[in-house]
Nanobody, 119 residues
Framework: QVQLVESGGGLVQAGGSLRLSCTAS?????????MGWSRQAPGKEREFVAAIRAGGSTYYADSVKGRFTISRDNAKNTVYLQMNSLNPEDTAVYTCSADITGLGRVDYWGQGTQVTVSS
């Protein structure tokens, strides 16, 4: 059974940092052409945050560029999202996703982890 399990969320003050992890089971992350993070704040639509392709190319939303870094460790079967200089607008449920073909259709979702940034 394929699963994506996120961890690392929590409460942090503005200006602080968190590192989210997304650990896969049932399938190696190297088999996914693209893995990513999205977020959804209360009352808002889900929005793209960051993605990383199998070859290592990374992509970021403008709102997080320069503050967030996505990376992958194939040996640990884990994708990370390092979040620095957090602000209250980053408060959301962050969800990991995996795309087998890399064509933009998500095949698997994690359950999400809450990130709350206090002012």
């Amino acid at each position: 059974q394929v699963q994506l399990v996120e961890s690392g969320g929590g409460l942090v003050q503005a200006g602080g940092s968190l590192r989210l992890s997304c650990t896969a089971s049932g399938r190696t992350i190297s088999s996914y052409r693209r893995m990513g993070w999205s977020r959804q704040a209360p009352g808002k639509e889900r929005e793209f945050v960051a993605a990383i392709r199998a070859g290592g190319s990374t992509y970021y939303a403008d709102s997080v560029k320069g503050r967030f870094t996505i990376s992958r460790d194939n040996a640990k079967n884990t994708v990370y999202l390092q979040m620095n200089s957090l602000n209250p607008e980053d408060t959301a449920v962050y969800t990991c996703s995996a795309d087998i073909t890399g064509l933009g259709r998500v095949d698997y979702w994690g359950q999400g982890t809450q990130v709350t940034v206090s002012s």
